[in-house]
């Protein structure tokens, strides 16, 4: 057994690796803590060890942490699929909502941001790989979209966000992450009023070195920082 800080000092190591592979400056890709089903002492510990975010799924989790202080010293992500009866619990809570996957919960995050009179800033789901059991935008309704985001000015889009099919071998989804880096560039080349693709959030436990490779600028990493979750409790 690894303590959560040695676990993230040979994730830090495995990011530079990767960046100087690619070529690219390890300083460009931030580390989010997924801390689903951890308890905040553990959230604490990631966050004394130097991960740059921390990332939670569920809206009760993420309201009882922080009832906790538990992300103390660090921003905070809602990086689940949220429903738009919760958005209230969220909005101006998180630093970031990586996870809008609709025009729906788009629209009522921009309601509940203009009712707090603040700007949320926000991520785009993709649906990369047209998968039906997931949510999130199809490539053709993210660029139906991007020219129309000055309606929504309660909002700053920073970037795009994607969770590829669970890979069963090493570079399995390298051409969903190459795929998302272009959408990501191509975007960021129209430079729509209120949006700044600069974010592109992919890679997990699994395949963070391949999102590197193919250009991630943030990985969210929950199983090799804090070992296997417990689903049977
Ligand atoms: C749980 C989760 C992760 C991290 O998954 P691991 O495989 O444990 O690293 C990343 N992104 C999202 C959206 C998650 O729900």
Same mark, same amino acid.
């Given at each position: 057994?690894?303590?959560?800080?040695?676990?993230?000092?040979?994730?830090?190591? !495995?990011?530079?690796? %990767?960046?100087? +592979? %690619?070529?690219?400056?390890? !300083?460009?890709?931030?580390?989010?803590?997924?801390? !689903?089903?951890?308890?905040?002492?553990?959230?604490?510990?990631?966050? =004394?060890?130097?991960?740059?975010?921390?990332?939670?799924?569920?809206?009760?989790?993420?309201?009882?942490?922080?009832?906790?202080?538990?992300?103390?010293?660090?921003?905070?992500?809602?990086?689940?699929?949220?429903?738009?009866?919760?958005?209230?619990?969220? /909005?101006?809570? /998180?630093?970031?909502?990586?996870?809008?996957?609709?025009?729906?919960?788009?629209? %009522?995050?921009?309601?509940?941001?203009?009712?707090?009179?603040?700007?949320?800033?926000?991520?785009?789901?993709?649906?990369? %790989?047209?998968?039906?059991?997931?949510?999130?935008?199809?490539?053709?309704? /993210?660029?139906?979209?991007?020219?129309?985001?000055?309606?929504?000015?309660? /909002?700053?889009?920073?970037?795009?966000?994607?969770?590829?099919?669970?890979?069963?071998?090493?570079?399995?989804?390298? +051409?969903?992450?190459?795929?998302?880096? +272009?959408?990501?560039?191509?975007?960021?080349? !129209? +430079?729509?009023?209120?949006?700044?693709?600069?974010?592109?959030?992919?890679?997990?436990?699994?395949?963070?070195?391949?999102?590197?490779?193919?250009?991630?600028?943030?990985?969210?990493?929950?199983? =090799?920082?804090?070992?296997?979750?417990?689903?049977?409790?």
């Amino acid at each position: 057994m690894y303590t959560i800080a040695e676990n993230i000092a040979v994730i830090r190591g !495995k990011i530079h690796e %990767a960046a100087k +592979k %690619a070529g690219r400056n390890p !300083k460009e890709i931030l580390l989010c803590a997924a801390t !689903k089903m951890n308890d905040a002492e553990n959230v604490r510990q990631a966050i =004394a060890a130097g991960v740059d975010c921390c990332g939670e799924n569920r809206v009760q989790e993420l309201t009882q942490k922080l009832g906790e202080n538990a992300y103390e010293g660090a921003p905070v992500h809602f990086i689940g699929h949220l429903q738009t009866n919760k958005v209230k619990q969220v /909005v101006g809570k /998180v630093d970031l909502i990586q996870s809008v996957d609709s025009l729906r919960l788009l629209e %009522a995050i921009q309601k509940e941001a203009a009712k707090q009179g603040i700007c949320q800033h926000i991520l785009l789901e993709i649906n990369i %790989a047209a998968e039906k059991s997931k949510s999130g935008f199809s490539v053709s309704e /993210v660029w139906e979209l991007v020219p129309h985001i000055s309606q929504f000015p309660n /909002v700053k889009v920073l970037g795009l966000m994607a969770i590829p099919p669970i890979c069963q071998n090493p570079g399995e989804n390298d +051409k969903f992450f190459q795929e998302m880096y +272009k959408l990501s560039v191509d975007i960021t080349a !129209k +430079k729509y009023d209120n949006i700044e693709a600069s974010v592109l959030s992919m890679g997990m436990s699994d395949d963070y070195e391949s999102a590197i490779m193919s250009g991630s600028t943030m990985i969210r990493v929950g199983t =090799a920082i804090f070992g296997a979750r417990d689903y049977s409790k």
